[in-house]
């Protein structure tokens, strides 16, 4: 490579970082720049309006976590909030959403962004921004896969009208794959951005008009916004092979579960059948349960460990509980460049809450309506806080430092996807695009959902409680995993992501 690698969700996005690192930009700048551009890129999957989470590795530094995530606003219940449900259809099953303005937790991507750019980026933000300017502006070519996820959410991306004119045509009909999607308002919106920083989002002008739009039959304010900040945390670490995992930190649970499933695996010492991994997964659901929010860290302890490697060895099923299904409209940015610094970035917007801002070209998001979010009910927060989320931004180093650097789309298979292709890197000896290209399965709650070409050879070692559902094609319900090493970079094909060797 003469600039770098980077893997993303979409060829626009990926080409935005890619320009940005043969302009002289290290990996920061470019992740940045990506993913701005991806909220016109992959508007149905991300947004300023949503939240996210980086690991960032810095040649010659320990690498340090931002957790960017949407903040719940405290949610008082003597208050009338705009907050309903709709029905998404995916053809083979409808799911059921909760959007309105009840349903906007506190963004957190714009300061989040920002803040890696001042403390690790070397460009001006002017020209890290550039790219996202000019697709929002000038618009691009819809592809295959963003197109299939505009026309899923077609219900919640044309409530407001501002979003009926950027994907209805005049006829009312829904844009379609190589249909030119734009958005001069957010084009205007990064201008001022570039001008008055975050501040202007979360304290200034831009604040106000925000609140103007979406106080009432809300839970945002002025105080929620002025209070959120980026948080700066230690990477969760674990031990695998020799390698060290590090991922997305408590009060999240992703990175903390994927540490513990590899650990589990590596204590362990058993075949890695998909028999055993679907019961590695089924010991991770229940540790999860255990432990829940309060006692999160306690989930790595050696006693911890211990137990379940026990039950594993024993075969011990257990309780499985249901799960909670999310869609997953996430994306995630990989970047390894020249001088060795590493970033792992994943935003996401829920499925947008349909309220648009004004003059911004922006979709808030739907944090506070999603269930696998909110586990014990909606509008339960009498504090701000962060909200946990699964998104984990994960890097493997060896002793010369970063070896695998990688992220997932999936909601809850984010967690599955992101170990799958580690042990299939790392155990199964596989090469990067086989790694990620390779067959997955997913336990949720009772559920084993497996993609064609998983064989269970020994389906008797499964409780009969669990119901195997065979998909007859690979599909982005199992995640998309956009990754890059020293030598590769590859995007998942589940949702037409894109890598880049430049």
């Known amino acids: 490579m003469k600039y770098g690698l980077i893997a993303a969700g979409e060829r626009h996005t990926a080409e935005a970082g890619q320009h940005i690192l043969e302009s002289g930009g290290n990996a920061f700048d470019a992740a940045v720049g990506a993913v701005f551009t991806s909220m016109t ?106 197109s299939y996820a505009i026309k899923l959410l077609e219900p919640i991306l044309t409530l407001d009208p501002i979003n009926r004119k950027l994907f209805q045509k005049p006829d009312g009909t829904l844009i379609k794959e190589g249909d ?128 379940f490697v026990s039950k594993f060895k024993n075969h011990d099923w257990g309780f499985t509980k249901p799960g909670v299904y999310g869609r997953g409209e996430t994306t995630h940015v990989s970047i390894l460049d020249k001088a060795g610094n590493a970033v792992s970035l994943t935003t996401t917007n829920g499925e947008g809450s349909g309220h648009v801002i004004r003059g911004m070209g922006v979709m808030l998001n739907n944090m506070l309506g999603e269930e696998d979010l909110n586990p014990k009910g909606f509008h339960l927060w009498n504090k701000q806080s962060r909200i946990p989320s699964m998104i984990a931004p994960t890097i493997v180093a060896g002793e010369s430092g970063p070896e695998l650097i990688l992220g997932s789309g999936g909601s809850n298979r984010i967690r599955s996807a992101i170990s799958q292709v580690i042990l299939n890197y790392y155990q199964q000896r596989m090469d990067l695009e086989s790694s990620i290209s390779q067959p997955r399965i997913h336990l949720e709650g009772s559920s084993l959902h497996c993609e064609p070409g998983i064989e269970l050879r020994a389906k008797e070692s499964i409780p009969s409680e669990i119901e195997i559902i065979n998909w007859n094609e690979q599909n982005m319900f199992f995640g998309g995993v956009n990754a890059v090493t020293n030598g590769a970079a590859v995007g998942d094909s589940r949702r037409g992501c894109v890598g880049i060797v430049c």
Not at 90 to 95: C, E, P, R, S, V
Not at 224 to 251: C, E, F, H, M
Not at 279 to 285: D, F, G, K
Request: contains cysteine; aromatic residues 10%; proline residues 5%.
């Open 41 to 146: 890129s992959e508007y149905g999957l991300t947004s300023a309006g949503g939240g996210g989470a980086c690991l960032a590795w810095r040649k010659g530094d320990k690498p340090i976590f931002y957790d960017f995530f949407v903040d719940a606003p405290i949610t008082p219940k003597s208050k009338e909030i705009d907050f309903f449900s709709t029905i998404i259809d995916f053809g083979t099953a409808q799911q059921e959403f909760h959007i309105g303005k009840g349903s906007i937790a506190v963004p957190g991507n714009i300061k989040g962004l920002f803040q890696i750019h001042k403390e690790l980026g070397i460009l001006p933000i002017s020209r890290v921004l550039e790219p996202a300017i000019q697709i929002a502006k000038n618009g691009i070519p819809l592809d295959k896969l963003q």
């Open 180 to 307: 030119i999607q734009k958005n001069p308002d957010f084009a205007d919106f990064l201008e001022i951005l570039i001008k008055e920083g975050p501040d202007y989002f979360y304290n200034g002008k831009g604040a106000e008009l925000i609140l103007s739009q979406s106080e009432s039959g809300g839970f945002l304010n002025a105080q929620a916004l002025a209070k959120y900040d980026v948080k700066k945390r230690r990477p969760v670490q674990t031990q695998y092979l020799g390698k060290t995992i590090y991922s997305n930190p408590a009060p999240s649970t992703g990175g903390t579960l994927i540490s513990f499933f590899l650990a589990l695996i590596h204590q362990s010492n058993l075949n890695m059948s998909i028999e055993n991994i679907a019961l590695a997964m089924n010991l991770t659901s229940q540790v999860r349960h255990q432990f829940e929010q309060r006692s999160l860290e306690n989930i790595l302890s050696e006693k911890s460990i211990k137990t």
